[in-house]
């Protein structure tokens, strides 16, 4: 088994203030790691490093080093543009284009990237990804429809589907699942399974069941630092640290 | 705290108060109409009666001859507003666009700066400008110097306009473009400037109507002309400066033309607002 995704004393900062600081981790291929931690412990920058989206931020920027395949992401030939087509993410907050109807958000990444794509391949990698997503059933009468008109919930399944759509290696998750109902956040669980064969998937989640549920690995943030990381199963059974075991448990603080 | 009981006396002057100033602002939302009415009304009843087809369809006819219309002042209002278009609205839109991607920074502030005080220049200053670097050194008035002179004062109301909308585009969904490997350029043209459209074309409707009813830089740049006339680098009437040249002459048929004028001047700009109100709703009903 490979390591897909690696970082060697990643830190972030904005401005002067350090988000996150020397990290080094494995993200092994084809498993999902989940990323845990209190509110505002880095897990949003830290996974916003792994795509080189960190930088976006103005008056952000990261050092050390971040491995794809063995090549440093952060390296000065590297152009971030083809790192982000390789390692997609499905943000916080549900981001769908509000100019573009839903079918072609779904193909946005495909459509802005490459003019030469045929209409019926278009249309099969939309209701491909649309059905990943879990969003098919619900939108298939009307794709013409602005990605704006559906419910906080359907939008975020439509990020997941626009973000499946350019087939990256590397699924950066970051809490896809806080507006979303029992039903999708299930569907979404499942699509997490369905992909690990094809796909190496980092999530960020606040839910430690669903941590549990769905991953290989789990890494422990706190303050910026990496407290913990192992396998899913020990983490939450057998915790090394103190910090660990106070936070999965719920005995923060 | 026991909650307070007003006495009768109280709730009597609180309405009062509330009655009185409800009046205020009614009778000064009356002052403010009554001159609007008052001129457009008196623009519609002059303009209407001294309409007719061959305004339209005719050219003027030679000084103290009877008849006629401004057929060429209309075309040439179209064209030199247009082509100011072609250069202001690119210009603009790309200034807007820079300042909003690069809001800080020595060199946004300072155009931002400049683009304010060219906003506060008096339109006959800018058509004094154009008449010094274009007028004076190609030896004569054109259309293009008009169109130039309108662009100037077109472009720092697209700029500004361009900014405010692309600012209110969520930072997002930058980053979620970003973010499918969308590279930045085709990022800001396709999500961003696409986002703000409806806005962006607002602004650049607003400035047309602005440009359009303009006289003053006129003057000394397209000049106006008797005759029919599309060349770029000729002499060309527009409406404004014919309106202006007949409203001050001494013959009572040019005056009865300069109040035609007007009124279609005014419903070419009253259009153009109305497709602002046509624009900005549009986007809004299809988005939720
Ligand atoms: N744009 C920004 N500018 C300055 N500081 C920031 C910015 N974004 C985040 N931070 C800081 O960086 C730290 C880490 O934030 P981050 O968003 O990564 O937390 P998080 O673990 O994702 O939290 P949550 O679970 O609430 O999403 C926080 O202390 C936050 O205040
Ligand atoms: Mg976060």
Redesign the interface.
Known sequence: MADKLVTRHLNAYFNQTRAVKDINLTFPEGKVTAIIGPSGCGKSTMVRCLNRMHEVVPGAHADGEVLLDGENIYDSAVDPVQVRRRIGMVFQKPTPFPTMSIEDNVAAGLTLNSAGISRAERNRIVEKSLRQAALWDEVKDHLRRPGGSLSGGQQQRLCVARALAVEPEVLLMDEPCSALDPISTARIEELLLELKSNYTIVIVTHNMQQAARTSDYTAFLYQGDLIEFGETNQIFTNPKRRETEDYITGRFG | MAGTVYKESSHAFRKFKSDFMMAVTVAATIVTLIPLFLVLGYLVFKGATSLNWAFFTHMPTPVGEKGGGMANAIVGTFEVVGIACLIGVPIGIGAGLFLAEHR?GRFADTVRFCADVMMGVPSIVVGIFAYAVLVHPMGRFSTLAGSVALAIIMIPLVTRTTEEMIILV?H?????????????W??SL??IV??A?SGIATGVILAIARIAGETAPLLFTAFGNRFWSTSLVQPIATLTVQVYTYAISPFPDWQRQAWAGALVLTVIVLALELGVRWVTRA?AK???
């Open positions: 800080l969520p997002e969904l930058r980053e979620a473009a970003l973010a499918l490997g969308v590279p930045q085709k990022t396709s999500v696409r986002t459209l986007p299809a988005a939720r």
